[in-house]
Structure formats: C-alpha cells, structure tokens
T-cell receptor
Framework: DGGITQSPKYLFRKEGQNVTLSCEQN?????MYWYRQDPGQGLRLIYY???????QKGDIAEGYSVSREKKESFPLTVTSAQKNPTAFYLC????????????FGPGTRLTVT | SQQGEEDPQALSIQEGENATMNCSYK?????LQWYRQNSGRGLVHLIL?????REKHSGRLRVTLDTSKKSSSLLITASRAADTASYFC???????????????FGSGTQLTVLP
C-alpha cells in the first residue's frame, strides 16, 4: 500500500448523513485520485487533483465533494445526495507526469444503512 | 467507460500451473499497466509495458502487448496460492468530463490458485 494511508478501514453511517473519508500520502506526488469500486467491478473515477487547490470531476462525481488544501491530503466527502453510497473507496496518487503508475491506499469500505 | 476489458472473468488453477489473463482496450495508448488486488485491499502496480514494447518480464510475470490487436496478456508462471487475487489492466484515456487523462481500469480477472 506504499506511502498512502486511508482511514478508517470500515465506516458505517445512517442514510442522510454526510461522511468524510481521509487520504494522506507522503510520496511527494502532485496528483491524487478517488475511485469507487463495487463488488466484482473495476474502478470508477470520482474526482482527481493534479495540483494543490485544484481538482476536477471524474466520471461519477455526483453526490461527492473533495478538497485539496495540502499536497499530502485529499479528503472525500460522500454527501447525502449520493444515491447509492455503499461501496469500497480507493485513493491513489501519482507523479505529475501523465502515464505513470498509480500508488493506492488500502481502501475504506463504507456501508450506509 | 471501460477502456480495458479482461478475459476470463474468473480463472481457477492448481498451484504450479501457469495462469494467463487477457486484456483488450479500445483507443490508442502510450502504455498499458497491470495491477493486482487482494480481496478487500488496495491495488498494487505489477508492471507497465510501453506501446513500443512487445514483451516485458518481471520475475514470474510476463506481459505481452499487441497494439495492432489492441490487446495484452499477463502470464504468471509457476503459480502459488499467494497469487490468488484479482488482476486488472489499465490504460490512460481522456476523462469524460474534461480534457485531462485518467487511468481507466477493466473489470478484472479473479484468479484462484488451489494448493
């Protein structure tokens, strides 16, 4: 899992509540990413950030929000507007140059009931 | 959108056998990457093959790339029970909502190596 940490590993929330997932990296990477993974599926991009104070929507950004105030940190908030938030969330980072490999955190499994 | 698609979806073999997984993609690429994911864990980068390479080795891993067929294969030789995991191919493609590029993953091959 390299130098990326995600917390918590498991998270349980009631429907209608916002929840924030933490992602921290000490790899000095400029780019950071949030993915969602559903059972038996690949990864889908939620948000990405290529530099501090800048971030862009991925393929499935609706119902999510992010911030990038520090290079090391890229927290993801799952809002009550996300219709189906229960999933496995993965954070990744990469060097600024495109086409390099990404380094992943261990993931957070979010269950909303 | 799924840029890469792995085949088969699931593969079960005996320890010591070789495992071959295939990946097809749609658009032109600069490189193709393979990742491994143990159950409930993050992904780990295995190997990257550039578009001008046809074959690459790393330990027991052998990756081939055929850009004319837009396909790649991952071969794991002399498999071990510890190789049990999901394997994903990934390629860079344009983000649908902007002009930046994203790493797009297929849905993966679930490999089970029986002891």
């Amino acid at each position: 899992d390299g130098g990326i940490t995600q917390s918590p590993k498991y998270l349980f929330r009631k429907e209608g509540q916002n929840v924030t997932l933490s992602c921290e990296q000490n790899l000095n990477h400029d780019a950071m990413y949030w993915y969602r993974q559903d059972p038996g599926q690949g990864l889908r991009l939620i948000y990405y950030s290529q530099i501090v104070n800048d971030f862009q929507k991925g393929d499935i950004a609706e119902g999510y929000s992010v911030s990038r105030e520090k290079k090391e940190s890229f927290p993801l908030t799952v809002t009550s507007a996300q219709k189906n938030p229960t999933a496995f969330y993965l954070c990744a980072s990469a060097r600024a140059e495109i086409d390099y490999e990404q380094y992943f955190g261990p993931g957070t499994r979010l269950t909303v009931t | 959108s799924q840029q890469g698609e792995e085949d088969p979806q699931a593969l079960s073999i005996q320890e010591g056998e070789n495992a071959t997984m295939n990946c097809s993609y749609k658009t032109s690429i600069n490189n193709l990457q393979w990742y491994r994911q143990n159950s409930g864990r993050g992904l780990v980068h295995l190997i990257l093959i550039r578009s001008n390479e046809r074959e690459k080795h790393s330990g027991r891993l052998r990756v081939t790339l055929d850009t004319s067929k837009k396909s790649s294969s991952l071969l794991i030789t002399a498999s071990r029970a510890a190789d049990t995991a999901s394997y994903f191919c990934a390629t860079w493609s344009l983000v649908s909502s902007g002009s930046a590029r994203q790493l797009t993953f297929g849905s993966g091959t679930q490999l089970t190596v029986l002891p």
